[in-house]
Structures are given as structure tokens and as C-alpha cells.
């Protein structure tokens, strides 16, 4: 009976340092100790920079607009005043 579990020890031996050794056994250990890829953590702060530039650019179209908005409100009023008062003015006298 010894003797027939030696092979059956070693082949679950290489099986288990094999899969240690294997990119999903590297995942798992990284995940055990709550390491990072190191590979990863480049890409990862080159997107952080990204998103950080991005959300600037729409605060700063976002500003643009809302005074694009402002002055767009400032002349509608300022027509919407000059009909009113063209409109008083093509009234006939007896009319008003």
C-alpha cells in the first residue's frame, strides 16, 4: 500500500507546484496577499491621468455653454423688448 501511493504523491505534488507556478496561480497568490500586478499599474494611472484631463475639458465646455446660454437668454430678452415696443407703436391712437 506505501509503495502505491508515491506516484499518486508525486503527481499531486507536480499538479499543485505546477498550477503555483501558472499565470492563475500567480492571480491567486496576488489575490491572497492583496498585491498588484505591477504590469497593470501603469495602464491604471495612465487612465486615472485620462479621466482627470477629460472631466476638466467638460467643467470647462460646461462653463462655456452655460455663458454661451446667458448671453443667448440676454438677447432674446432684449428682441423680445424691441417687438413689444414696435408693437405699442403701430397701435393707432383710439386703440389703446
Excluded at 491567486?28 to 494611472?45: A, Q, S, V
Excluded at 454661451?68 to 438677447?75: D, H, K, N, P, T
Amino acid at each position: 500500500m506505501p509503495g502505491e501511493l508515491i506516484p499518486i504523491i508525486l503527481f499531486i505534488a507536480l499538479g499543485v507546484v505546477g498550477v503555483a507556478w501558472s499565470p492563475i496561480g500567480q492571480g491567486i497568490g496576488r489575490m491572497m496577499t492583496g498585491g498588484k500586478d505591477p504590469r497593470l499599474e501603469g495602464e491604471l494611472e495612465a487612465l486615472r491621468a485620462e479621466i482627470e484631463t477629460l472631466r476638466a475639458e467638460v467643467e470647462e465646455r460646461d462653463a462655456r455653454l452655460a455663458g454661451q446660454i446667458e448671453e443667448a437668454s440676454g438677447r432674446l430678452d432684449f428682441a423680445e423688448r424691441l417687438l413689444a415696443q414696435q408693437q405699442k407703436q403701430n397701435v393707432l391712437p383710439g386703440q389703446r
